[in-house]
């Protein structure tokens, strides 16, 4: 079973500073999704990013990129320019493709973000 | 922009009753899931339901547990009889690119 793993419990970041949230995972799979999920405290899940593993570009969303390790298995998020509002928590998650409809999200236990005016 | 949404916001019942929560996912949408989550920690997989049956299901999801769409736009989980341990945060989403939550449904039990 895959398992996806954010050793950092907690983060801050000043305003306006980079901070990059780490997240490694474990698969035998080839070919997957991994996505970064942002839940504020209003605790709705808002999608940030998406990477294809079969993509070697790193996704970019506006101040937010993924830095993406497919042989260290490891799927870090930057987050530029910090804002008030990126303060929440913040899931990884994978996904594989299988057929037959499923296609799960499996989370890791997530990372909360301060940001410090 | 389409949205999934979920109903109620707010669900408070005592032990053993039954509750349903309420979804309406994005209508071209034809992947439909429950997750979990116990506050304070990670957000778990209930049930993936598919072509009007369930395609998989996570060891939380035992006989109490059900989930249906009876009119083709909304899909519900049903919880037959609650338990203390039942209360969570519980997210419907929908899949067609990526999946998208709604903004779940805080379920307290008493």
């Known amino acids: 079973a895959q398992t996806v793993t954010q050793s950092q419990p907690e983060m801050s970041v000043q305003e306006a500073e980079t901070v990059t949230l780490s997240c490694t995972y474990d698969?035998?799979?080839?070919?997957?999704?991994l996505f970064w999920y942002k839940q504020p405290p209003s605790r709705q899940m808002i999608l940030v990013i998406r990477q294809e593993a079969y993509k070697q570009q790193n996704a970019t969303e506006n101040r937010f990129s993924v830095n993406f390790q497919k042989a260290a298995k490891s799927f870090s998020l930057k987050i530029s320019d910090s804002q008030l509002g990126d303060a929440a928590m913040y899931f990884c998650?994978?996904?594989?493709?299988?057929?037959?409809?499923?296609?799960?999200?499996?989370f890791g236990k997530g990372t909360k973000l301060t940001v410090n005016p | 922009e389409p949205e999934v949404t979920q109903t109620p916001s707010h669900q408070v019942t005592q032990m053993g009753q039954e509750v349903i929560l309420r979804c309406v996912p994005i209508s071209n949408h034809l992947y439909f899931y429950w997750y979990r989550q116990i506050l304070g920690q990670k957000v778990e997989f209930l049930v993936s339901f598919y072509n009007n049956e369930i395609s998989e299901k996570s060891e939380i999801f035992d006989d109490q547990f059900s989930v249906e769409r009876p009119d083709g736009s909304n899909f519900t989980l049903k919880i037959r009889s609650t338990k203390l341990e039942d209360s969570a945060m519980y997210f419907c989403a929908s899949r067609g690119r990526e999946a998208f939550f709604g903004q779940g449904t805080r379920l307290t039990v008493v």
């Open positions: 998650a994978y996904r594989s493709p299988t057929q037959g409809g499923s296609e799960k999200l499996v």
């Open positions: 698969t035998s799979e080839s070919d997957y999704y």
